[in-house]
């Protein structure tokens, strides 16, 4: 699944309508891009995995959030 160029305004357009439905939404980002932690988290993202994945380490993630 790849998100759009703009997924940080993705990301806000979802927690938004989420609130106001009051549901909770975990949104796990999966980046290349090193460094940029505390930024997409402050966004709205549970949780920021790194490339490469690992995918035994995603399913781990997943299971874990949708269990709250």
């Known amino acids: 699944i790849a998100m759009p160029d703009d997924g940080l305004e ?3 357009e979802v927690k938004t309508v989420a609130e ?3 549901l909770h939404i975990p ?3 999966i980046t290349a891009y090193q460094g940029r932690r ?3 988290l402050a966004e709205g993202f549970v949780e920021l995995l790194e490339k490469p994945l690992d995918p035994m ?3 781990g ?3 874990q ?3 709250r």
């Open 10 to 12: 993705l990301i806000r």
């Open 38 to 40: 505390e930024e997409l």
């Open 20 to 22: 106001t439905k009051g």
């Open 61 to 63: 993630v997943v299971r």
């Open 27 to 29: 949104a796990i980002a």
């Open 57 to 59: 380490m995603l399913c």
């Open 65 to 67: 959030h949708a269990q």
